[in-house]
């Protein structure tokens, strides 16, 4: 088997947030970064669209020769990682390998809460899974989680409106609801990846002694603990630090958005995954 580059998924620009920090940590690997733009948000639509449309993109990236992929999209990893990697991988090939970002994000994000009341905000997709809910819940029983959804946030931040004034009034509006739901928390997780582009004035209007934690560093961190424990898998991995990016959508619109998801100019290429 040839070492190809890792796989990271998102439905559009949010998991170049994850790339990022993942680049930061582990630099040394290639990644090829595919974005679903074409047919993104992912965060509205069915279970089953999420899950077919996460699940052909997945193949796409096998069929480029990736043996491990990462979906650093929070909505994917809650609809359509668990059938992915219960039921498709099977016929997919067994050494190939699909990760997410909630179970990394769930083990380490209630050892941060110190009243351990935690809010998490997500798209309507993540909140009505309850995955966030379940998986914390196995790794810190007595935390309380509550969680925001927060549809707006994402167009929010894809119409490059995330710094404007008009964007106060849907950032307040969440942080309230999910404060009067429980205003113990003093830990809110930002489980999307268009999230952090909104951190600022998440913060400027969250009170002070509220910690806000976005997950691509962890991701990184678990990512990097993976190849460590599966040194099968990280031989399946091309070391020359390269980098792609691929999106179903405008070439042009990726490269002028995603230089801001992912903080350096980038260059996309165009593909389709439709079968
Ligand atoms: N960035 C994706 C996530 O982490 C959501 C974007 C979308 O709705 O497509 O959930």
């Keep these: 088997m040839e070492p190809a580059p890792?796989?990271?998924f998102?439905?559009?620009?949010g998991g170049l947030t994850v790339l990022k920090e993942i680049k930061a940590v582990l630099p040394q690997y290639d990644y090829l970064y595919l974005g679903d733009n074409a047919r993104a948000p992912y965060g509205t639509r069915s279970f089953d669209t999420v899950y077919a449309y996460t699940l052909e993109s997945?193949?796409?990236?096998f069929n480029h020769g990736?043996?491990?992929v990462v979906l650093a999209c929070n909505t994917a990893s809650a609809k359509a990682l668990r059938s992915i990697q219960q039921k498709d991988l099977e016929q997919l090939g067994k050494e190939k390998r699909v990760l997410g970002v909630i179970r990394p994000t769930a083990e380490t994000i209630g050892a941060l809460s110190e009243t351990g009341h935690i809010g998490v905000m997500g798209t309507s997709g993540t909140v009505q899974s309850g995955s966030y809910v379940i998986e914390i819940k196995k790794y810190f029983p007595a935390v309380k989680v509550n969680q925001e959804a927060c549809p707006i946030w994402v167009p929010l931040v894809e119409t490059n409106e995330n710094k404007s004034p008009g964007a106060d009034y849907f950032i307040i509006?969440?942080?309230e609801n999910l404060l009067e739901k429980d205003p113990k928390i003093d830990t809110i997780l930002l489980a999307c990846t268009h999230y952090p582009l909104l951190m600022d004035k998440i913060r400027q209007f969250t009170p002070g002694h509220i910690r806000i934690v976005s997950q691509g560093n962890t991701v990184a961190q678990s990512l990097k603990n993976y190849l460590l424990r599966h040194p099968e898998m990280d031989g399946n991995c091309s070391k020359n630090g390269g980098l792609q990016f691929f999106?179903?959508?405008d070439v042009v619109d990726f490269e002028n958005h995603g230089t801001s998801f992912f903080g350096e100019q980038i260059k996309a290429q165009k593909t389709s995954i439709f079968q």
């Design 10 to 13: 998102d439905s559009g620009y």
């Design 247 to 249: 999106t179903t959508g």
């Design 58 to 61: 997945v193949k796409w990236f």
């Design 173 to 175: 509006q969440h942080i």
């Design 6 to 8: 890792i796989g990271i």
């Design 66 to 68: 990736c043996q491990l």
